[in-house]
């Protein structure tokens, strides 16, 4: 982990590029970023613009340090095309759970490539879910499967209780965006990989529950 091919640099520079014009600019930043009023009135566009804003130099850094340590391993896997589908299709899946869970909160906003970056995270974790992680004041390594649960039953218990200023719900849409693209594109994933996949789509089948009984 933590090689940076072309694909990934330029994905980079273009994260940082658009968020430091969104920081000088208030009116491109109100411009692109997520809205569900303004995509419900029709631009669709901000489904993807708003990927590649961010509301600070910190959720920026933080994002593309997390790319820059997973990308790579999605990319040896399999390559740079399938990487860049997960990347876009998992943007694009973790601003439309946004979208279909404040579908009456017009004035609901949210910016960051975190639901594209968590997409990536969990193709990789799909791919080598016996590769250690290593998470911030945490001693130990984690394995990566073990991770994967944890952080989306995280994400469940923030979207029922609106936890913080984090768009929990988005980051939710990117991982299974991630889990099932990856398995779209990497079917042989059935036969060596049956039981991890079966572990990591739980917390789906948790949400999906949760939101059939009315309780998220």
Do not use: C
């Not at 340590?69 to 860049?84: C, E, M, P, R, T």
């Not at 936890?163 to 889990?179: R, S, T």
């Amino acid at each position: 982990m933590g090689n940076l091919d072309l694909i990934t640099i330029i994905i980079i520079a273009a994260n940082v590029i658009i968020s430091y014009k969104g920081f000088g600019d208030f009116g491109f930043f109100e411009k692109y970023k997520f809205n569900v009023g303004a995509v419900r009135k029709g631009e669709q566009i901000r489904l993807f613009s708003s990927g590649f804003l961010h509301a600070d130099n910190a959720h920026l850094f933080f994002n593309m340090f997390t790319l820059y340590f997973f990308a790579d391993v999605v990319i040896g896997l399999l390559n740079v095309y399938k990487f860049l589908i997960i990347y876009l299709g998992s943007l694009l899946l973790g601003n439309l759970l946004s979208l279909y869970f404040h579908k009456n909160e017009y004035y609901y906003s949210a910016v960051g490539a975190s639901g594209a970056v968590m997409g990536i995270v969990y193709a990789a974790i799909l791919l080598q879910p016996g590769m250690n992680l290593y998470i911030f004041f945490i001693p130990i390594p984690i394995p990566a499967y073990i991770f994967g649960i944890g952080y989306l039953l995280y994400a469940i218990y923030g979207m029922k209780n609106r936890l913080g200023n984090i768009g929990h719900d988005a980051h939710f849409g990117g991982a299974v965006g991630g889990y099932v693209i990856t398995l779209i594109m990497a079917p042989w994933l059935f036969k060596t990989n049956l039981l991890m996949i079966v572990l990591l789509a739980i917390p789906i089948l948790i949400l999906l529950a949760l939101k059939k009984a009315g309780k998220i």
